[in-house]
């Protein structure tokens, strides 16, 4: 079993808490109707597996925190280094979402159609995704950009739920 990840757009983290709230942590993108716009993207974390998408339309190399989050939920206080995590404790268990830095949605929005297949290309040349073919990742590729673009002409934030 791997990581869940939807990623979703919203004004705001206070409108996201909110509906995590109501959905006991579940993803808004699972209601019926979902509460947010967005992407499921199984297996696509936003530290790695989406940072190697930003490098690839960036022309960079991946490096840590290319993609840079802040954790909107769990909302309790982040453990320390020294504070056991029980079992059951949410920062242990998930799930956890995290808001983007707007330039990984800026980034992401600003692909030009005519340039997905080559980006998706150099995507796929990632150690993660190692075994993918091209032809198999574009259609993800092609929504992450299009929510990226809607979340931009919005003024929202792009937001990643994760749950194991």
Same mark, same amino acid.
């Given at each position: 079993?791997?990581?869940?990840?939807?990623?979703?757009?919203? &004004? $705001?983290? =206070?409108? *996201?808490?909110?509906? !995590?709230?109501? #959905?006991?942590?579940?993803? %808004?993108?699972?209601?019926?109707?979902?509460?947010?716009?967005?992407?499921?993207?199984?297996? &696509? $974390?936003? =530290?790695? *597996?989406?940072?190697? !998408?930003?490098? #690839?339309?960036?022309?960079? %190399?991946?490096?840590?925190?290319?993609?840079?989050?802040?954790?909107?939920?769990?909302?309790?206080?982040?453990?320390?280094?020294?504070?056991?995590?029980?079992?059951?404790?949410?920062?242990?268990?998930?799930?956890?979402?995290?808001?983007?830095?707007?330039?990984?949605?800026?980034?992401?929005?600003?692909?030009?159609?005519?340039?997905?297949?080559?980006?998706?290309?150099?995507?796929?040349?990632?150690?993660?995704?190692?075994?993918?073919?091209?032809?198999?990742?574009?259609?993800?590729?092609?929504?992450?950009?299009?929510?990226?673009?809607?979340?931009?002409?919005?003024?929202?934030?792009?937001?990643?739920?994760?749950?194991?």
């Amino acid at each position: 079993m791997g990581v869940l990840t939807d990623y979703f757009r919203a &004004v $705001d983290a =206070a409108s *996201v808490v909110r509906a !995590l709230k109501q #959905a006991d942590g579940g993803s %808004p993108l699972c209601a019926k109707p979902p509460v947010f716009d967005g992407v499921e993207a199984k297996r &696509v $974390d936003p =530290a790695v *597996v989406l940072a190697q !998408l930003i490098a #690839a339309i960036r022309q960079v %190399p991946w490096r840590v925190n290319l993609v840079e989050e802040t954790t909107v939920w769990p909302t309790s206080p982040t453990p320390g280094p020294d504070s056991p995590v029980s079992e059951d404790d949410p920062w242990a268990t998930g799930p956890w979402v995290s808001e983007l830095h707007p330039l990984t949605r800026d980034t992401l929005a600003g692909v030009r159609d005519a340039d997905v297949p080559t980006v998706v290309a150099r995507w796929v040349q990632a150690e993660e995704l190692h075994g993918a073919r091209a032809e198999d990742m574009r259609p993800l590729a092609e929504e992450l950009i299009s929510l990226a673009r809607r979340a931009h002409d919005a003024n929202h934030q792009l937001y990643c739920w994760m749950s194991l």
